[in-house]
């Protein structure tokens, strides 16, 4: 706070006024009531007073001068809201309590630890509420890495807190009520074009292109039944994928392909994304009864044949299913939808798992290293559903799975069984799928034309 140099010279003008008026009456009273001799005296003891009275108002003017007394005043144009919410809380709460008074401990949900684990490691009993089955409890099915926050008032349980990446959840105790809300996360989508002539490996072209290994995996599964990935590729076919790509608090959560186009030799597959399965322009399904291969990425070691010599007896035997070469380890796959009927060691066939698929159609997958933990004699699987890992158990020579595929208990070359389609989308849908596509319709005539090379349909 600053003054001006006129308020300045009229605050000087008082003072002198107020002390001439001191000297003057003091003069006067001592004139009128005192003898000379006395007077000499009370002038000395005047003159001190006077002084003292001068120093004293000199001192008001120079401490009123500064801005509310010693104190500056500082002014801020922008008040962080962070800064402001954590002191409007720490504030508050000393306002409304001690401080000593709360505390906390807090627990990462681990394996094998539930609610009552967590509750009796703080000295409490789980609260039925928390117990109990309901779409508002929020705290009934904990997952591992989920953050439980214990707060007490003065060493007396005051609430619950549980954090975790959709939501929090909050307990409290008095109450006996649950408070939630859902984390609120920005979300965002971008749009990615990849292409790429394959030259050798389908795998390596489309890591080249910029594909993760996830979303190659989606696409080996799109033209899955259509493309054997071991001994259909060719050098000179060529692929397009249009993807979005999802990212929440810019991390990336996933992706998911919309279109893609595949050439292969001179067949050209188109596959548009409708209510999660792909379909062709004219609506027909890509997903077929069965797969044409149990595994992902793979060598053929053994065709099927009626005729071969057998690798470890040295003598003729019908091979009469497919062998696929991979690492040990590697993920099988049922090929169709089906109930296991067997799941045990089945002589040379080493670990096998046999399933039935409806009343016709068998599939039996050997050598498993080791069975899907979860797989059982009765189980319903799904295409696609891991069942096992490649080994080497039984008659093998090297880690591979023995894959056959029968039809009313007759042995049926896997490779040249030609499979049903689903059902064809009705036109109103296939209507809605081609209205869905429309506004990339660009983007797909220009994958196309570059990655296909041939007109679509034509063989």
């Known amino acids: 706070m600053n003054y001006t140099n006129s308020l300045d010279l009229n605050i000087i003008v008082i003072y002198v006024n107020l002390f001439k008026y001191f000297i003057i009456s003091i003069h006067q009273r001592t004139k009128e009531s005192i003898k000379f001799n006395i007077m000499k005296l009370a002038n000395i003891k005047y003159k001190k007073i006077i002084i003292s009275i001068f120093i004293v108002f000199v001192s008001i003017y120079l401490y009123s001068n500064k801005s509310y007394s010693l104190y500056e005043l500082n002014y801020i144009d922008n008040v962080d809201n962070d800064e402001y919410n954590s002191k409007k809380e720490y504030y508050s709460k000393r306002l409304s309590l ?16 539930n609610l009552s684990v967590l509750f009796k490691k703080v000295g409490h009993t789980t609260p039925y509420t928390l117990l109990k089955k309901s779409t508002e409890n929020c705290f009934y099915n904990l997952k591992i890495n989920d953050e439980l926050i214990f707060e007490f008032l003065n060493e007396k ?33 971008e749009r990615f074009v990849f292409f790429n002539n394959i030259s050798n490996s389908f795998y390596s072209a489309a890591l080249k292109s910029g594909l993760s290994a996830n979303e190659i995996m989606s696409l080996a599964d799109i033209f899955g039944w259509d493309i054997d990935f071991s001994i259909d590729i060719r050098s000179g076919d060529s692929f397009g994928v249009y993807i979005e790509r999802t990212f929440v608090d810019s991390n990336y959560v996933g992706s998911e392909i919309k279109y ?48 071969r010599l057998h690798p470890i007896f040295k003598k003729v035997r019908p091979h009469l299913g497919t062998d696929y070469a991979a690492p040990k380890g590697t993920p099988i796959y049922t090929t169709g939808d089906g109930t296991v009927i067997h799941k045990g ?81 009705k036109k109103g849908y296939l209507s809605e799928m081609i209205s ?6 660009d983007i797909y005539s220009w994958l196309r034309k570059n990655y296909s090379h041939t007109a679509y349909g034509k063989k």
């Open 98 to 113: 001690d401080e000593s008074s709360i505390s906390q401990k807090t627990y990462i949900v681990k394996k094998n630890q």
């Open 157 to 189: 349980l005051k609430s619950v807190k549980r954090k975790s990446k959709k939501i929090d959840c909050i307990y409290d105790v008095k109450e006996n009520i649950i408070q939630s809300r859902d984390q609120v996360f920005e979300t965002e989508t």
């Open 260 to 307: 893609a186009i595949f050439k292969n030799r001179k067949r050209v597959i188109e596959a548009y994304r409708y209510n999660d399965k792909f379909y062709d322009i004219k609506g027909n399904p890509l997903r077929k009864q069965f797969l044409r291969a149990p595994i992902d990425f793979y060598r053929i070691s053994s065709k099927f044949n009626r005729k």
């Open 345 to 425: 060691t089945k002589g040379g066939y080493g670990k096998t798992v046999i399933i039935r698929h409806g009343n016709i159609y068998t599939t039996l997958y050997a050598h498993l290293s080791k069975y899907h933990k979860k797989l059982y004699v009765g189980k319903k699987v799904k295409q696609k559903e891991i069942i096992g890992y490649v080994g080497s158990t039984g008659y093998s020579t090297g880690p591979h799975v023995h894959y056959e595929f029968r039809v009313r208990g007759v042995h049926k070359n896997s490779l040249k069984v030609k499979f049903k389609k689903g059902r064809k989308l």
């Open 436 to 441: 869905n596509h429309k506004d990339n319709s």
